[in-house]
């Protein structure tokens, strides 16, 4: 971590290692949502740190904590209002709460 924060190696960080981190802090070392968003964060933003997504991982990371759902509906949830005029298929009636939001009940 030290030679990225230095500049001195540059770093892909793909979703799926941002999701599996965060289920990991939050599940098994009991880390709150807001403790990952304000200490994944400022990884995320590193100049070093290559994400087409950093942009849609701050505003997913906004809505796990705001929100209080889980990080991987949260990015879905992003994914839905960029990319898909905001449809959403789940069962998760919450999600259906979030403004922008066109949530549809599985058949």
């Known amino acids: 971590m030290r030679?990225?924060?230095?500049g001195d190696v540059r770093v892909?960080?793909?979703d799926t290692v941002v999701?599996?981190?965060v289920f990991t802090l939050e599940k098994l070392f009991n880390r709150s949502k807001r403790d990952i968003k304000d200490n994944f964060?400022?990884?995320i933003d590193l100049p070093d740190v290559v994400s087409s997504s950093k942009r849609r991982l701050?505003?997913?990371?906004a809505l796990y904590v705001d929100?209080?759902?889980s990080f991987g509906?949260?990015?879905h949830v992003r994914v839905a209002l960029d990319e898909e005029d905001g449809q959403i298929?789940?069962?998760d009636r919450a999600i259906g709460r979030i403004p922008g939001v066109k949530r549809t009940e599985p058949a």
């Open 89 to 91: 298929i789940t069962f």
């Open 67 to 69: 929100r209080n759902i």
């Open 3 to 6: 030679l990225v924060e230095a």
């Open 41 to 43: 964060l400022p990884i």
């Open 58 to 61: 701050h505003e997913a990371f």
């Open 19 to 21: 999701f599996e981190t």
């Open 12 to 14: 892909r960080l793909l």
């Open 73 to 75: 509906d949260a990015f």
